[in-house]
């Protein structure tokens, strides 16, 4: 199976601030990564497809990067309604993996 | 839109059977790849199984398979899981969600339903 390994796995941070997080892959994915933003009780989100697309809808202060093993998420300037937990999909091979998830909290 | 819209969630003993129910509106149900996902309370989310648009195919998590079977039914809009000898660690919400594209299975989860809650737990 393909392990996402996503850092970091909490993050505090400020209105303003710019943040990344990362997953790798222990083996390559192309770009066959999705983002997913959740809060509380509600179903994931998802922000970003194959990698880089944003999302219909999603603000462009979300951005993703990367292929094959490295990718990111960066939040240019977080917003109140940002803090949220995290997560990566790898969807190249199955069964389908998902990071551990990064709950970014404010500081 | 899209609603998908999870049931079948209770609480039920270790090593009975459960079948959960996703009830699929607002687009052609027939022709769009389905997965289940599940969040354990607490924990991060974890890909469950994917169903082709047709049902002629699926895919399994090792930690499922040969005890969860995922199924359709086109005619009545509605995907499901039939889940058999249920073990603890499979306490969690149980999310449907749809494929982007129609007739491929590739993994784009651009609709999720809410969710329904399954306890195993004597």
């Known amino acids: 199976d393909i392990q996402m390994t996503q850092s970091p796995s909490s993050l505090s941070a400020s209105v303003g601030d710019r943040v990344t997080i990362t997953c790798r892959a222990s083996?390559?994915?192309?770009?066959?990564l999705g983002w997913y933003q959740q809060t509380p009780g509600k179903a994931p989100k998802r922000l970003i497809y194959?990698?880089?697309s944003l999302q219909t809808g999603v603000p462009s202060r979300f951005s993703g990067s990367g292929s094959g093993t490295e990718f990111t998420l960066t939040i240019s300037s977080l917003q109140p309604e940002d803090f949220a937990t995290y997560y990566c999909?790898?969807?190249?091979?199955?069964?389908?993996?998902f990071g551990q998830g990064t709950k970014l909290e404010i500081k | 839109q899209v609603q998908l819209v999870e049931s079948g969630g209770g609480v039920v003993q270790p090593g009975r059977s459960l079948r959960l129910s996703c009830a699929a509106s607002?687009?052609?149900?027939?022709?769009?790849?389905m997965h289940w996902v599940r969040q354990a309370p607490g924990k991060g989310l974890e890909w469950v199984a994917a169903?082709?648009?047709?049902?002629?195919?699926?895919n399994y998590a090792d930690s499922v398979k040969g005890r969860f079977t995922s199924s359709r039914d086109n005619s009545k809009n509605t995907l499901y899981l039939e889940m058999n000898s249920l073990r603890a660690e499979d306490t969690a919400v149980y999310h449907c969600?749809?494929?982007?594209?129609?007739?491929?299975?590739?993994?784009?989860?651009?609709?999720w339903g809410q969710g329904t809650l399954v306890t195993v737990s004597s």
């Open positions: 969600a749809r494929e982007d594209f129609r007739n491929i299975l590739r993994g784009y989860l651009g609709y």
């Open positions: 607002g687009f052609a149900f027939s022709s769009y790849g």
């Open positions: 169903v082709w648009y047709d049902g002629s195919s699926k």
């Open positions: 083996q390559g994915i192309r770009n066959d």
């Open positions: 194959s990698a880089s």
């Open positions: 999909l790898q969807h190249n091979t199955y069964p389908y993996t």
